[in-house]
């Protein structure tokens, strides 16, 4: 039996309450930052998900609840780390 993803509910910037599973978070130590990728409940099951990804703020805990912000990831490096990390994660025979 499959394991039920953790779920996190993100406030949008209309207030309303969004569902989200939870794909994967990682730690970096290259940016020295902790990262989660997510994708919206009501995809589950679908053949495309629309997977998010945020910084979690620095030196918190990704195995610990918080009700802080998510923060985008805006420095390229930084993002194709985090693309890289996802691609490797959905295809680990790519793996060189």
Not at 3 to 18: A, S, Y
């Amino acid at each position: 039996m499959a394991e039920e993803p953790e779920q996190l509910t993100l406030i949008d910037e209309d207030g309303n309450e969004l569902l989200y599973n939870e794909l994967l978070t990682f730690t970096s130590d290259e940016y020295q930052r902790s990262y989660i990728l997510m994708y919206p409940a009501e995809e589950e099951g679908h053949d495309e998900l629309n997977i998010e990804a945020y910084a979690l703020p620095k030196d918190a805990d990704p195995t610990a609840p918080s009700d802080g912000e998510l923060e985008a990831i805006n420095d390229d490096k930084e993002w194709e780390m985090v693309q890289e990390t996802l691609n490797t994660f959905l295809n680990p025979d790519d793996v060189r």
